[in-house]
C-alpha cells in the first residue's frame, strides 16, 4: 500500500558560496539592541553569507549552503554562568576545555523561537553527551550539563546569521541550589550531577503576551541507584516544575513561579484568555515509580494545570492552579494540543511514545481525541482518531474517565453515563453510521484507515489556515498529520518502530460561544490524503503562507529505539492542500533526525537546523555515516534556509509597512514593531501588488516549538472580500472573536493568484497583538 514506500532518491543540484567573519562589536546584533543592559557575557560574533542559487528553484525550492556559530566557549562554571567565558574561533563544533576537563561544544537548535523583532532564540538538546565513556544509561547522570541558549539574528534576504549572542544566564539559571529530587529509596542517590539540575532539554515553550518565551518543566538529571561522589549507578531524568521566561529586552532569563508537578516532556497551549495550559509530562522516567503517591505510579502526569501570567511589567511570578479531577487525562508525553476557534484545547491523538519504551498503564486511551474546556475544567472525548466513530454521536464523550482511577468521582460519573438509556439507545445507529462511511466497497481504503487511526508517534500536527465561514464566523479547524509510527490499533500505544508514509485530515467543527463554557464541538471527522513518497519519522512540518505544508528531515524508523541505525530523511515534501498529495521538493545539505527543528520566517523563506541524537544504540557516539545512516557522533550546531518556489516569482507583492497600530510603550526593545489590538483597523502599505489580483491576508503567529510542536501555530485567513483597498493600502478588522488570535506576535502576509491561479505571498512585516 502507498503508505509504505520504499525510499527513493530526488535532490537538486547546489551552487553556493559562504564566507564568514568573526568580529566581537556588531552594532546590529540582538544584544545591541537592547541597550544598557546586554549581559556581560553578551559576546557578539559575525558571519555573513552570499547568495545560492538551485537548478530547480522554481519548482523544486533550494536550500543555502549551512552555515553555524563561529565560537566554542570554554572555561565555563560546572552551572554555565561565568561570565568570564571564552570564545575560541573553530571551525570544530567542539573543543576540549583543559580547566572543566570536559568537551565545550557548539549548541543545536533542538528548541527554537521566532523572538517578536525577527530574531531566533534557540537551545540545545542532550547537553555533554560528547562526554560519555561507556554511555548514556551509566554516565549521563554525572556528565549532563545544562543546554546552552543563543540569539541569532538573520536579516531578511540574508542566507547566513550575521550575529549570536549568549544570553545572560546561558543555560537559564533554574535550580543553582538543586532541585529536591523524587528518590525510591532514600540515600541510594547520586545527586552530583555538575550543576544539571536546571536543564532545558524536555521543556516545552511558548510566547506570552509580551513577547517574552516562556519553558515550561525541563530536566533534572541524576544516578538511582548510585552514591554521591562515585561516578557509578543508573540514569534518571527527572521532569522539573520549574517555568522561566527568557526577555529579549534585557537578554536574560528569570524564574516564574513553579508548577505543582514535575513535568518532562509536557505541552503547553495558549488559552483564548492568555493563560496556559500545560498537560501531560513525566516526573521520573525510567523509573516512574512514586512511593509518596504509589497512585500515579506507572503513567504519565493525568493533572493537568492552569497558569495566570505576571502582569506586564510586574516583578510577580505569577500563578500555577492545578485543574479539577475532570480535567486529568491520560496523554502521551508532548500531547499534540492545539486551540480550537470556540476557545477549547483539541488533543490530536499524536505524541511522543518514551518512558523509555511509551509503557504507561493507561496508554491505549491515547488513541482516542478529545477536547478540553477551560470553562468548565473537563474533557470530552471525540473518536478513536482516525476513524468515523465518533463518541459524542453515542452518547460516550466521557467514556476515558471510567478509567482514571484517580479521580472515583468522575469514573462514577462515566459508569453512570455508561449505562444511561441514552448510550444504549444510540450506540448502535453510530456503530452502523461508523460502518457505513468506512465504506467496506472499497477494502483498500478502509485498511488504510484503520491501519492509520489511532494515537500517531513522533508525528507533527500541522492546524491549517482557519477561513471564515460566509458570515465572517471562525468555527472549523482542521490538522494535517503524516508520517510517524503507527499505533497499531490491536496493540495500542506506543506502537511500531519502522516508519511510515501515511497522511491524513482531522476536522473538528464547532460552534463558538462569548465564552469557551458555552462553546461547542458539534462534529470530528478524519479523511485519508495521499501518502508522504517516504516513510518518515520525527519529520518538521511548517505551514508556508501559500497554504501549502513542508515537512522536513527525519528518519526511516524510530531513532529512540535503537538510535544510530536509522536513515536520515533528507529531501524535504510539500502537500498540495488543493490535491492532498505529497510532492519531493528540494534535498538539505545536512541529514537531521531527532531534535530537529524547521520554522517559517518573516521573509517566507524555512530556517532548518537542529540534530541532537541520542548515543549510538546508547552507548558512546559513534557515526556511521558512512553506511548510509544518521550521524550520531554528537550534536550539528548547522543552520541551512529553504526556499520555497514562490521565492523566484517576479510577481510577489510587496508589502511596505504597517499602518494604524500603536507603539509597543512597554517593550521598549520592540519600538519598531506596532501594537495592534483585536477589532482594530489596520493598514497595510503596499509598494507593489506583483502580478497578480489580490486573494487574502493571513496572519502568522511566530513560531514557538519544540520535539516538532508549537500549540499555538496558527494561520488566520482574511479573505479578499473584508478588505477595503485603498490608494496604496488594503485595509482590514482585525478579528476579534475569542480564542482566533491569542495574545502575541504575528506575521502579516499578503497573497496575490498569478494567472495560473498560484498563491504568491509577500515576505511579511510583524506586529504585536494585545487584548488589554
Known amino acids: 500500500m502507498s503508505m509504505f ?17 568573526c568580529n566581537s562589536g556588531d552594532s546590529s546584533s540582538p544584544a545591541a539592541s537592547g541597550g544598557s543592559n546586554v549581559a556581560p ?18 519548482t523544486l525550492g533550494c536550500f543555502t549552503s549551512p552555515f553555524e556559530e563561529p565560537m566554542v566557549y570554554r572555561r565555563d562554571a560546572a552551572n554555565d554562568a561565568n561570565p568570564d567565558a571564552q570564545g575560541v574561533p573553530s571551525a570544530d563544533k567542539c573543543l576540549y ?6 568537551l565545550r561544544c557548539k549548541p543545536a537548535a533542538g528548541t527554537i523561537s521566532l523572538l517578536p523583532n525577527g530574531d531566533f532564540l534557540y ?3 542532550l ?13 549521563f547522570g554525572t556528565k549532563a550539563i545544562n543546554d546552552q541558549t543563543r540569539v541569532m539574528r538573520i536579516p531578511q534576504g540574508s542566507n547566513a546569521a550575521t550575529a549570536w549572542t549568549r544570553p545572560r544566564d546561558v543555560g537559564s539559571g533554574a535550580n543553582p541550589n538543586g532541585y529536591p529530587i523524587t528518590e525510591l529509596i532514600p540515600g541510594l542517590t547520586n545527586k552530583n550531577t555538575n550543576g544539571a539540575d536546571g536543564a532545558l532539554f524536555c521543556a516545552d515553550v511558548a510566547m506570552l503576551g509580551d513577547g517574552r518565551i516562556m519553558a515550561v518543566g525541563g530536566t533534572a538529571y541524576y544516578n538511582e541507584p548510585g552514591i554521591d561522589a562515585l561516578p557509578v549507578g543508573l540514569i534518571e531524568l527527572e521532569g522539573l516544575k520549574t517555568s522561566r521566561a527568557y526577555n529579549p529586552n534585557n537578554n536574560s532569563w528569570a524564574q516564574l513561579a513553579d508548577m505543582n508537578f514535575g513535568r518532562w516532556y509536557p505541552s503547553v497551549v495558549t488559552l483564548a484568555d492568555n493563560r496556559l495550559f500545560v498537560a501531560s509530562g513525566v516526573t521520573k522516567l525510567l523509573k516512574p515509580v512514586y512511593p509518596q503517591a504509589p497512585e500515579q505510579s506507572g503513567r504519565n502526569v493525568v493533572v493537568t494545570e492552569t497558569f495566570t501570567p505576571p502582569a506586564l511589567g510586574s516583578t510577580d511570578k505569577g500563578v500555577w492552579k492545578a485543574n479539577g479531577p475532570a480535567a486529568q487525562r491520560t496523554l502521551p508525553l508532548y500531547p499534540r494540543l492545539h486551540l480550537l476557534p470556540n476557545g477549547h484545547v483539541y488533543y490530536n491523538a499524536g505524541g511522543q511514545s518514551f518512558n523509555p519504551f511509551g509503557q504507561s498503564i493507561d496508554q491505549p486511551l491515547w488513541n482516542i481525541a478529545a477536547t478540553y474546556n477551560p470553562g468548565t475544567d473537563s474533557w470530552s472525548d471525540l473518536a478513536y482518531a482516525g476513524l468515523p466513530f465518533s463518541f459524542s454521536d453515542a452518547g460516550l464523550e466521557s467514556f476515558t474517565k471510567l478509567f482514571n482511577y484517580t479521580a472515583p468521582s468522575e469514573i462514577a460519573k462515566s459508569l453512570q453515563g455508561l449505562l444511561s438509556p441514552n448510550v444504549l439507545m444510540k450506540s448502535p445507529a453510530a456503530l452502523q453510521a461508523a460502518a457505513t462511511k468506512l465504506n467496506a466497497s472499497n477494502p483498500t481504503a478502509v485498511v488504510q484507515k484503520v491501519l492509520g487511526s489511532g494515537m500517531r508517534g513522533s ?13 465572517g464566523k471562525y468555527r472549523d479547524a482542521s490538522f494535517l498529520t503524516a508520517g510517524g509510527v503507527l499505533a497499531l490499533v490491536a496493540a495500542g500505544s506506543p506502537g511500531s518502530y519502522v516508519a511510515v508514509s501515511s497522511s491524513r485530515i482531522d476536522t473538528v467543527k464547532t460552534q463558538p460561544a462569548a465564552t469557551a463554557k458555552e462553546g461547542k464541538v458539534v462534529d470530528y471527522n478524519s479523511e485519508i490524503t495521499g501518502s508522504l513518497n517516504e516513510p518518515r519519522w520525527y519529520g518538521t512540518g511548517v505551514l508556508l503562507p501559500d497554504d501549502s505544508v513542508m515537512v522536513f528531515s527525519g528518519a526511516d524508523r524510530d531513532g529512540v529505539v535503537a538510535p544510530g541505525v536509522e536513515m536520515a ?8 492542500p488543493v490535491t492532498k498529495t505529497w510532492t519531493r521538493m528540494a534535498t538539505a545539505n545536512k541529514p537531521r533526525t531527532y531534535h530537529n527543528t524547521a520554522l517559517l520566517m518573516p521573509d517566507g523563506r524555512v530556517l532548518v537546523g537542529g540534530h541532537a541524537p541520542i548515543s549510538t544504540l546508547y552507548f558512546k557516539n559513534v557515526n556511521l555515516a558512512a553506511l548510509g545512516l544518521g550521524p550520531n557522533d554528537g550534536r550539528d550546531p548547522s543552520f541551512e534556509i529553504y526556499s520555497p518556489p514562490y521565492m523566484s516569482s517576479a510577481g510577489r507583492p510587496v508589502l511596505a509597512s504597517l499602518g494604524g497600530g500603536e507603539s509597543v510603550a512597554d517593550v521598549p526593545g520592540f519600538s519598531q514593531i506596532p501594537l495592534f489590538r483585536p477589532g482594530q483597523t489596520m493598514s497595510v502599505n503596499m509598494a507593489s501588488m506583483g502580478g497578480g489580483t489580490l486573494d487574502s491576508i493571513t496572519l502568522v503567529r511566530h513560531t514557538v516549538m519544540t520535539h516538532l510542536i508549537d500549540a499555538d501555530q496558527r494561520t488566520v485567513v482574511i479573505p479578499a472580500q473584508a478588505v477595503n483597498v485603498g490608494d496604496g493600502s488594503l485595509n482590514f478588522r482585525i478579528p476579534d472573536q475569542m480564542a482566533i488570535l491569542p495574545d502575541g506576535a504575528y506575521m502579516v502576509f499578503v497573497r496575490v493568484k498569478d494567472a495560473q491561479g498560484k498563491l504568491l505571498p509577500s515576505a511579511s512585516r510583524s506586529f504585536m497583538l494585545r487584548k488589554s
Not at 5 to 21: D, E
Open 569 to 576: 530523511r533528507r529531501t524535504a515534501e510539500r502537500f498540495d
Open 123 to 125: 537551545f540545545n538538546a
Open 459 to 471: 508525528t507533527f500536527s500541522i492546524m491549517m489556515p482557519l477561513r471564515p465561514d460566509a458570515d
Open 97 to 102: 576545555d583543559p580547566v572543566t576537563e570536559r
Open 5 to 21: 514506500k520504499l525510499k527513493t532518491l530526488s535532490g537538486c543540484v547546489l551552487v553556493a558560496l559562504l564566507v564568514s567573519a
Open 41 to 58: 557575557n553578551g559576546v557578539i560574533e559575525t558571519v555573513t553569507g552570499t547568495g545560492a542559487s538551485c537548478a530547480d528553484a522554481s
Open 127 to 139: 547537553e555533554g553527551t560528547e562526554d560519555f565513556e561507556t554511555g548514556i544509561l551509566t554516565d
